[in-house]
């Protein structure tokens, strides 16, 4: 019994490490709230959850807080880049919806689905990238948009995850009310950690490469 709740009990360090992606979540929850802070709070959420696939530790609130200070200026102009174009998707589509017919309401559906494809992707390294290393957005962005073609696979991959949610509530909103719970508890937080461990052999092929 003395051993159930030992550390080194993998029951007890799942748990441990479930209870670190429930409270994250949360905190990216209640922090993107103010819709303006929603970028640091995206990004403070990459942070935790790199040190949780890392484990090495620094606490999920001092390492959240500490990530959302410290990023806050270019994750918030990412966030209202990411806002810009989104809006910009969405009236393109609806635009396409409303004035065009046939062959070349087909053909402007592919490229509003491309051009989504691609603003996901880039969001998708965009964050990892910021919360790894120290460069200004311009770089990030060029860096985002060479590693999307470079590892493309793992970009499609990401783009699946990232468009998953927004995929199930309006294709199928039934379903998602049926899952909203596990959204708000852990789902928010699952998607930057799935990321985190992706890009890890990436990141760690570019690092070794550059010594």
């Not at 748990?15 to 303006?36: F, G, K, Q, R, Y």
């Not at 062959?103 to 996901?120: D, E, K, P, S």
């Not at 309006?170 to 928010?188: C, K, S």
Request: net charge neutral.
């Amino acid at each position: 019994m003395k051993n159930l709740f030992r550390w080194d009990n993998p029951l007890i360090q799942l748990l441990t490490a479930l209870a670190d992606v429930i409270l994250t979540n949360l905190l990216c929850l209640i922090c993107c709230l103010p819709v303006v802070t929603a970028g640091a709070s995206i990004a403070a959420t990459y942070k935790v959850m790199l040190n949780l696939s890392q484990d090495t530790g620094g606490g999920i609130w001092n390492t959240f807080f500490t990530a959302f200070r410290e990023n806050f200026k270019q994750a918030t102009a990412v966030w209202l880049i990411t806002l810009l174009v989104g809006a910009s998707l969405v009236c393109d589509y609806i635009l396409v919806q409303l004035y065009f017919q046939g062959g070349l309401h087909t053909a402007l559906l592919i490229v509003v689905a491309v051009l989504t494809f691609l603003a996901l992707a880039i969001l998708a390294y965009l964050y990892p990238l910021m919360i790894r290393y120290q460069n200004t957005l311009r770089e990030h962005l060029h860096n985002a948009m060479i590693l999307c073609i470079y590892k493309f696979p793992k970009t499609i991959l990401m783009v699946v995850l990232h468009a998953l949610p927004f995929a199930l509530a309006l294709l199928l909103p039934a379903a998602f009310l049926y899952t909203i719970l596990f959204w708000v508890l852990m789902g928010f937080a699952l998607i930057p950690l799935a990321d985190v461990i992706i890009l890890k052999p990436v990141f760690e092929e570019l690092e070794n490469t550059a010594k």
